[in-house]
Every structure is written in C-alpha cells, then in structure tokens.
C-alpha cells in the first residue's frame, strides 16, 4: 500500500506546471472537442472518441503542439473500469457457462491472427523476426513492447505499430457495426441519465468503487490496475445489490474525449514520415484483423446462442477500454465484451515470450 501511495503522490506531483505541459494538452483537449463536436454534428459513429481521435493525430502528424502524458490516462481508465463493472448483472453472469464456444473460438481467432499479422510484418513490411513476431501480437501494446525489447526487437516500432493497430480498428469498426446493427452509434445513443439527475449514492459508488478497485488491484499486483480493479469492485457492487445505477452519458463521452485524445497524441514526438509509413503498413494488418473478426464472430454464431456484432466486439483486438465503449452505446452484454478482451490480453501476456521461444528462437 505504501506503493501505491507513492505511485499517487508522484501522479499529482507529475501534474505541476513545471512537469505537466498544460497549454499542449489543453490545446489537444481543445482540437479533441471540435473533432467530437464536429463528428456529432454529422452524426458520426462514437463522435466523441472518433472526433478526438482524428483531429489529434492529424495534429501529431503535422507537428502541432499537442500533449497527452500518460498521467492523464489512469483516472480516465479508473472511471472507465467501473462504468464497465456496472454491466454485470446478474442474468448476464448466470450465462457464462455459455460462453465456452465463444472462448474456445476466441482462442482459434488469436492463433489466427497471430500467424497472419507475423507473416504480414515479416514477408511484406520486412520487419526482423522479433520485431514482426511482437507487433503480430494481438494485444497488450506495453508488455509487447517490453518483452519485445528485452528479446531484442525494436521498442518504437512494437509500439507504433501496435497504436496504430488501435487506431485504425476503433476508426473503422463502428462503422462496420453500425452497418450491421442497422442503428445510429451518434450523440443520440446516450448510454444512462444525465450526471444532474444521478443521486448522491450512486455518485458514492462510483467514487468507492474507482478508489477501492485500485488499492484492490494494487494488493492483487492486477495488470492495467486502475481499469480491472475498479471493473471488479463495481461487478461485485452490481451484482451484490448494493447499486443498479448506469452511468452517465456525460461521463461516457467525456471518457470517449479522452481516450481519443491519448490515442492520437501516442504519436507525438515521431517524424511524420515514420507516422504515415507506420500507418501504411498497418492499413494491410488492419484489413486482415479486420476480415478475421468478422469471419470467426459469424462462424462462432453459428454455434453458441451469441449474435455477430456482440462477437464481433468480443474479438476485435480494438482495445478493451473502445470496444467496450462500443457495446455500452450498443446497450449490449458490455461484460461479455469485457471478459473477452480480459482473457485475450491475459493469454497474449503470458504466452507470448514462450512461444516466441519456442518458434523465433534466442534472443539474437
């Protein structure tokens, strides 16, 4: 606990005018606002994090003086991890023994993945064997990177690649979605109340929630603490009774604007023509993610009682924190998504470095 009071006393001292670069975040903050504004004007799918996203990568590209430090992103990731925590509900936990054939085929689907985005990195954009084998990974963009590098890959572009990996599926899935679903993903999909009708007691679960799921998952040495810890406090609040209260929409596109807004601002600091090859070449991984999301998340439907579009969130390598997003708009099984991503990125962690081994060989 000790810990995790020095890791919080070094975040807020990390937010001194002296540390913090203020005018470049709230300009970022300022460029992510008009993108939303301008996405939900057109009505746009997901315009908040869509909008924010766009305007502050093209902004990074054009070397604008836009920041998002990392510091910005656990609290966001805290609030985030309860608003999902608050989709498990009893009759949707009662289903999990379902979800045998989903997981199975999620399995499937990441082997699949795997071995095509490898190939991909390796015969077509020539990366080396380490480099391509961490970027075909999908999912977990910090500990590819660190393991990557401790095998001897190349850090920068393990992690742009996986950014841009992020990037370019939560730019084109929702559209893919909401052609599917045949419903408007748009400001008008407000996911709960307004915050100026929510009560004083779901406002303390919220809190409690966020602050006890941390320190929880601090004790528990959780991966991605500040987001899994407080999903877990605010399932078991859920499901107990203690709090039936959804979130608010405000809450809901004011995380979409931040994530937005971290997401594009990964690429500052990185020469413009490193983005666009970076991008260019992931356009090609993509488009494979992509066709293979669809095709496992149809054939899957076909043998569990799931529809395609909640699969196909379940399975996209979007990101947990956007694709459950997605779902919370959608108004579908957010804890489905959840648990899918949860489990992907856990076996990506801890199977990654021995197979890697096992197939690419030493380190060099």
């Not at 502050?56 to 966001?76: D, F, G």
């Amino acid at each position: 606990m000790r810990d995790l009071l020095r890791d919080t006393v070094d975040g807020i001292r990390e937010l001194s005018p002296r540390r913090f670069p203020w005018r470049r975040f709230l300009f970022a903050l300022a460029l992510g606002t008009v993108g939303g504004w301008l996405f939900a004007y057109y009505r746009l799918p997901l315009p908040w994090m869509l909008g924010s996203m766009v305007f502050c990568t093209v902004a990074a590209i054009a070397r604008a003086p836009v920041a998002a430090p990392p510091v910005i992103r656990p609290p966001m990731s805290a609030v985030i991890g309860v608003m999902l925590g608050s989709g498990f509900k009893p009759e949707i936990v009662a289903q999990m023994p379902n979800w045998l054939p989903t997981i199975g085929g999620l399995v499937l689907f990441m082997v699949a993945c795997g071995l095509c985005c490898v190939t991909y990195f390796r015969r077509v954009a020539g990366y080396d064997p380490v480099t391509a084998f961490f970027s075909g990974m999908p999912g977990g963009l910090v500990e590819m990177v660190i393991t990557g590098e401790e095998k001897g890959g190349d850090a920068r572009t393990i992690a742009l690649i996986h950014s841009a990996r992020i990037l370019l599926v939560v730019m084109t899935l929702p559209f893919i979605v909401q052609w599917l679903e045949g419903v408007s993903l748009g400001i008008n999909r407000n996911t709960g109340p307004s915050m100026f009708q929510t009560t004083a007691l779901a406002w303390f679960w919220l809190a409690a929630s966020a602050i006890a799921g941390v320190m929880l998952a601090h004790a528990l040495r959780l991966p991605a603490k500040q987001l899994l810890g407080p999903m877990l406090v605010s399932a078991i609040v859920h499901l107990v009774g203690f709090s039936d209260s959804v979130p608010p929409y405000e809450i809901v596109n004011l995380a979409q604007l931040i994530l937005g807004v971290t997401i594009g601002c990964r690429f500052v600091g990185t020469p413009p023509q490193a983005i666009l090859r970076i991008l260019l070449i992931s356009v090609g991984s993509t488009v494979i993610l992509v066709a293979l999301t669809l095709i496992f998340a149809f054939l899957v439907a076909h043998v569990s009682s799931y529809k395609p579009v909640p699969l196909i969130l379940a399975y996209s390598p979007g990101g947990l924190a956007e694709m459950s997003l997605i779902a919370l708009a959608l108004h579908t099984e957010v804890a489905f998504v959840a648990a899918h991503h949860i489990i992907r990125v856990f076996l990506v962690m801890i199977g990654a470095g021995p197979l890697f081994g096992s197939i690419v060989g030493k380190k060099p």
